[in-house]
């Protein structure tokens, strides 16, 4: 894209002028249309790979270059800290740093802690980023037949997440759970509802040993934030003159205390502009609801709605499969289109059967180690340029699919990468190479090729992990603009504040929920049989899965199962 900055003087004080007609180069006429549809309220439906991010930070783009807001009153949310890091360095490469882009939480937690002296008084409390210590003692407390091992804790955090998210009390627990067809297995193989009376009495522990310990988690940030908005007038109209211009990512995921969050934000305005796909709705088992999306020109009828079609990421193969995923289950009427791709023709997704997963494993992984060697992308960390860089994901329904994948890769001394919570900037050794960018970013660059200098500047660390990361980065920024190694260094900073690490060469492992968003070149759909996927009562939110699945890869998909085929393959 041109360059959407220059720079003018004014009053003899330099300021950033934003090029309108810049901004929207290269945009299709959809893409053009949202961006220039700067009032709300606005909905867009855009499809996989359709640019959604790209038009919605050009849109804020648009909206402040033409005077509409100021970039200090926009707020745009989304639902991962990757997704808002991503909204916040192209905004910065448009020319546009200060603009607020955050999770729900993230906002709410901002918030919350700056008005709690004044609003709620003493000091602020301890914030639970992790669930499963304080579970594993309120099982111990509830006196239930469980012991506290991980796959059990991490099922009674989603249960407990779940009811807070639509403010479900523990008392009130197991009737709305029964009445939402909730089912959970638990060791002690008690029947459902015996299952769900015990977690209830967990869910009761829980939340006594959170007020004894003056503790609250996420789910509180936001139940706190909506109570304090509702009570306290003067909190309420503060928050309000700040953010008076509001962008909602992935609006099919919003939950109802989201909702109710946004709506306390918003008052009585509706310069909002929501987008999101109901076809990717993959998180109801969590309290989201795609009925926000779907029902926003109801609840606004003077709203705009604009559908994006046209996909970008994936070739007409990949997009002819995933349409024809959801027309199996009569789902492509929820977004009311199917997906067209612009890209040149490629290879159909190709299915594979085995008799066992072992056998699975060693195929997949033979594909992949003859996909690494033909690029030479990451099997010795050997491409320091980047040029022949490949994107690889296997992508599985659960965790405990992927290990031998995990296992097997690694034995072949093929890198990998998990995507989790694991602490990238807390490293010591990335630590050391943002302190080197550091000191040279204070420099001047000679013909103002600061890439070369941050090269230069990492040669010293050898092939590390994080150097190919830092340079792909840096390789991408530079692409879209920016002007200074400085401008690298904030996007780190910004990135570690944010724990949003830059892409990690090797191998992605990753479930299928967790790849939502993200994209690859090849993807290894593996464990495609009966019994995994679907895995649940809820067919058509498996179905979005699988479709979402498809629908992060670029050239190819490669599809697998071991045993009996999964239906969802019948129609490829």
Known sequence: MPNAISQVEKFGVREVALDLEAILEGLDPDQQEVVKSIRGPVCVIAGAGTGKTRVVTHRIAYAVGSGITDASHTLALTFTARAA???????????????????????????????????????????????????????????VPLAPQAAVLRDIAGEIEWAKSLEIPPDEYVESALGAARTIRLPNNKANKAALEDVSKVYQAYETLKRQERTIDFEDVLLLTVGMLEEDR????????????????????????????LNLWLGNRDDLCVVGDAAQTIYSFAGASSSYLLTFPKRFPEAKVIRLTRGYRSTPEIITSANAVLRQGNLHNESGFELSSVNEHGVAPATHGYENSDSEVASVVDRIEALVAASKSFGDLNDVDLSGHLEIAILARTNAQLTPFEQELRRRKIATQIKSSERFFERVDVRDAMRVIRSASVLPTEGGDWYSDLSSVLRPFGEADYVHAFLRLGRELRNNGAASLRTFLRELEDRAEQNNPPTLPGVMLATLHSAKGLEWDHVFLVGVSEGFLPMGSDINEERRLFYVGLTRAKSQVHLSYSGTPSPFLQVL
């Open 234 to 261: 003067d909190v309420r109209d503060r928050i309000r003159d700040q953010f008076r211009y509001f962008t909602v990512d992935e609006y099919q995921d919003v939950s109802p205390l989201q909702q109710r969050l």
């Open 85 to 143: 890091g991503e909204m916040r360095a192209r905004l910065r490469a448009l020319g546009i740093p200060n603009a607020s882009a955050r999770t729900f939480h993230s906002a709410a937690l901002k918030q919350l802690m700056y008005f709690w002296p004044y609003s709620l008084g003493g000091s602020f409390p301890s914030l639970l980023t992790m669930k499963s210590g304080f579970i594993g003692e309120a099982i111990g407390r509830a006196d």
